[in-house]
């Protein structure tokens, strides 16, 4: 693994995280879904805690990037390349569709600890 980055992006106004939380989980979608729906249901408390439907959707894009960077770097190849080569450095980032921000989720990990 050569590379100095992995940016891992979501966007906010998501329809699959919509559906992870509105819909029934079947069909071909449902291997995708599933892991949101796990993201949401751990973080409940914090969810919770926004009056807002609109701004607990938001939060959980965030909180979905932010796993789905934690799992990067569960993979073996991530790990040896850091380990080696301190890095690549893992990125998580979010796009805001109706502003056109990008927003850096700050996404902290301990290189030692990988």
């Known amino acids: 693994l050569q590379v100095k980055h992995i940016v891992v992006c979501g966007h906010y106004m998501c329809g699959g995280i919509h559906a992870a939380v509105e819909q029934e989980l079947d ?3 449902a291997p ?5 729906r796990e993201v949401a249901e751990q973080n409940r408390a914090e ?3 926004l009056n807002d439907a609109g701004a607990q959707f938001r939060r959980l894009v965030e ?8 799992k990067l770097l569960t993979l073996v190849v991530v790990q040896e ?3 080696n080569n301190g890095r690549p ?8 569709i ?6 850096d989720l700050d996404f902290q990990y ?5």
């Open 27 to 29: 069909g071909p979608l």
């Open 98 to 103: 109706r502003s056109g921000g990008l927003k």
């Open 47 to 49: 969810l919770e805690l």
């Open 63 to 70: 909180l979905n990037v932010e796993e789905q960077c934690r």
């Open 32 to 36: 995708w879904l599933v892991p949101v």
């Open 81 to 83: 390349a850091i380990r």
């Open 89 to 96: 450095a893992v990125h998580g980032w979010v796009f805001d």
């Open 110 to 114: 301990d290189p030692d600890a990988i």
